[in-house]
């Protein structure tokens, strides 16, 4: 057994000392400026073995000059060992072995470059045969590994690599993080800015790429304030926005930054077929040019003039759910089949739904509707409300249930938690 441990850790000393001479190579051939200073650090040795044959006695120039040139012949090897000598990736690399992140091989990640960045670090592994899935189920593992905070797993350079970005496990959220205008985007409309996570970087979600959007929270997680924070920018940005709001309490503030608010049954039916005649006159409009997308249509018909629309729904329930009655079944009925026509075909042309509720269940948010949500956001909630918006009861354990205005991301490939910027 122990003949057997001895022979793993010679191979995995082997492979890593293989993988730094390989990543050295990678280093230089990518960089004018390492290639130089190894050519230069590779001519300056030769020159003072050169030198050195030249000074020692006669007798022995000859066996010098043998020596010098063995040394020469393997100077480039251990200077591309010198380049690709990540500081920490050998600790990383016995600890990944250690702990069992190996892929079928028995490889472990090997850490290829790191730099620092605000309150972090960020590491960038080759990781053949770990697919990134694997890192993300892996996280808990991963931050005992680091012995710090995972802050996200991303993707590196091509499928191969993974960037981590980790801080030291001694750093928390601040509690509240006030808003300013000038955070937002003032250059992509489409990307709308909603806090910062545990590393101090900005977190955002982007229309164009993830247009329809789920916000849930148990009550006093501030998503009423999220919500608030996403439609001041959108109409900053120009947006047609509107809100469905039966309390009629939250959100009458934005009427006066040119929203529209909606509290009775008609306003909200007359509404909703309003949108459903612009679904598709802009479908017409769309297939005219041959658009696929929102920023396609612009660009092909130059109509710079035209701009999204956006229907945020507070307590969904209160619609799709609305009562027993005749009156009241056909009015949710035609909310929800309005609803699901906007969530299903609205993303191509600029439409979109932000539905925000406690409670995600089938009575609240329909299939036909909750299926189109593509980017799901919680708060502070228990493991049934996890389980409803992401599938698991994942954001119960990331969310402590003292916070306000912690949130999980969640926009289809990994989870990022963050704090939400505080508006008025």
Same mark, same amino acid.
């Given at each position: 057994?122990?003949?057997?441990?001895?022979?793993?850790?010679?191979?995995?000393?082997?492979?890593?000392?293989?993988?730094? %001479?390989?990543?050295?190579?990678?280093?230089?051939?990518?960089?004018?400026?390492?290639?130089?200073?190894?050519?230069?650090?590779?001519?300056?040795?030769?020159?003072?073995?050169?030198?050195?044959?030249?000074?020692?006695?006669?007798?022995?120039?000859?066996? %010098?000059?043998?020596?010098?040139?063995?040394?020469?012949?393997?100077?480039?090897?251990?200077?591309?060992?010198?380049?690709?000598?990540?500081?920490?990736?050998?600790?990383?690399?016995?600890?990944?072995?250690?702990?069992?992140?190996?892929?079928?091989?028995?490889?472990?990640?090997?850490?290829?470059?790191?730099?620092?960045?605000?309150?972090?670090?960020?590491?960038?592994?080759?990781?053949?045969?770990?697919?990134?899935?694997?890192?993300?189920?892996?996280?808990?593992?991963?931050?005992? %590994?680091?012995?710090?905070?995972?802050?996200?797993?991303?993707?590196?350079?091509?499928?191969?690599?993974?960037?981590?970005?980790?801080?030291?496990?001694?750093?928390?959220?601040?509690?509240?993080?006030?808003?300013?205008?000038?955070?937002?985007?003032?250059?992509?409309?489409?990307?709308?800015?909603?806090?910062?996570?545990?590393?101090?970087?900005?977190?955002?979600?982007?229309?164009?790429?993830?247009?329809?959007?789920?916000?849930?929270?148990?009550?006093?997680?501030?998503?009423?304030?999220?919500?608030?924070?996403?439609?001041?920018?959108?109409?900053?940005?120009?947006?047609?926005?509107?809100?469905?709001?039966?309390?009629?309490?939250?959100?009458?503030?934005?009427?006066?930054?040119?929203?529209?608010?909606?509290?009775?049954?008609?306003?909200?039916?007359?509404?909703?077929?309003?949108?459903?005649?612009?679904?598709?006159?802009?479908?017409?409009?769309?297939?005219? %040019?041959?658009?696929?997308?929102?920023?396609?249509?612009?660009?092909?018909?130059?109509?710079?003039?035209?701009?999204?629309?956006?229907?945020?729904?507070?307590?969904?329930?209160?619609?799709?759910?609305?009562?027993?009655?005749?009156?009241?079944?056909?009015?949710?009925?035609?909310?929800?089949?309005?609803?699901?026509?906007?969530?299903?075909?609205?993303?191509?042309?600029?439409?979109?739904?932000?539905?925000?509720?406690?409670?995600?269940?089938?009575?609240?948010?329909?299939?036909?509707?909750?299926?189109?949500?593509?980017?799901?956001?919680?708060?502070?909630?228990?493991?049934?409300?996890?389980?409803?918006?992401?599938?698991?009861?994942?954001?119960?354990?990331?969310?402590?249930?003292?916070?306000?205005?912690?949130?999980?991301?969640?926009?289809?490939?990994?989870?990022?938690?963050?704090?939400?910027?505080?508006?008025?």
């Amino acid at each position: 057994m122990n003949s057997e441990k001895s022979n793993l850790n010679a191979q995995s000393k082997c492979k890593y000392n293989f993988y730094i %001479v390989k990543n050295g190579f990678r280093m230089i051939s990518g960089s004018y400026r390492n290639l130089a200073s190894f050519l230069a650090l590779l001519g300056l040795l030769g020159a003072l073995l050169i030198l050195y044959t030249y000074i020692v006695p006669t007798y022995l120039q000859g066996f %010098v000059a043998d020596c010098g040139r063995m040394i020469f012949l393997i100077s480039p090897v251990l200077l591309l060992y010198l380049y690709g000598n990540i500081k920490g990736g050998r600790a990383y690399y016995n600890s990944f072995v250690r702990a069992g992140f190996v892929n079928a091989a028995g490889e472990a990640p090997f850490l290829i470059d790191s730099a620092k960045d605000g309150k972090g670090e960020i590491l960038v592994f080759q990781s053949d045969g770990l697919p990134i899935e694997k890192w993300r189920e892996s996280k808990d593992l991963l931050q005992t %590994v680091f012995n710090a905070t995972v802050a996200y797993i991303r993707p590196g350079h091509d499928h191969r690599t993974v960037r981590v970005k980790i801080v030291p496990s001694s750093t928390s959220f601040a509690d509240v993080v006030p808003w300013n205008d000038s955070y937002m985007d003032q250059e992509d409309e489409a990307r709308i800015v909603l806090g910062e996570d545990i590393a101090g970087e900005t977190v955002s979600t982007q229309l164009d790429r993830s247009p329809m959007l789920l916000l849930a929270g148990s009550t006093g997680s501030g998503k009423t304030r999220l919500a608030l924070l996403i439609l001041r920018q959108l109409i900053l940005h120009h947006a047609h926005v509107a809100v469905i709001d039966f309390k009629g309490l939250d959100f009458g503030g934005l009427a006066s930054q040119g929203a529209e608010i909606m509290t009775t049954q008609a306003d909200i039916l007359d509404y909703l077929r309003t949108m459903l005649t612009e679904l598709q006159a802009r479908l017409e409009r769309w297939r005219a %040019v041959g658009a696929t997308s929102f920023p396609d249509y612009i660009e092909k018909s130059g109509d710079t003039a035209i701009g999204r629309y956006v229907l945020l729904i507070d307590e969904c329930a209160m619609l799709t759910d609305y009562g027993t009655s005749k009156e009241a079944k056909a009015f949710s009925a035609e909310v929800i089949d309005a609803l699901a026509a906007i969530a299903r075909t609205g993303r191509a042309v600029g439409i979109h739904l932000i539905i925000s509720t406690q409670r995600p269940d089938m009575n609240a948010v329909p299939g036909s509707i909750k299926s189109n949500l593509d980017v799901r956001i919680v708060g502070k909630c228990d493991t049934t409300l996890s389980t409803m918006v992401l599938g698991d009861g994942r954001a119960a354990a990331l969310i402590p249930p003292d916070s306000q205005g912690r949130f999980v991301l969640n926009n289809g490939y990994e989870d990022i938690v963050f704090q939400a910027y505080y508006t008025e």
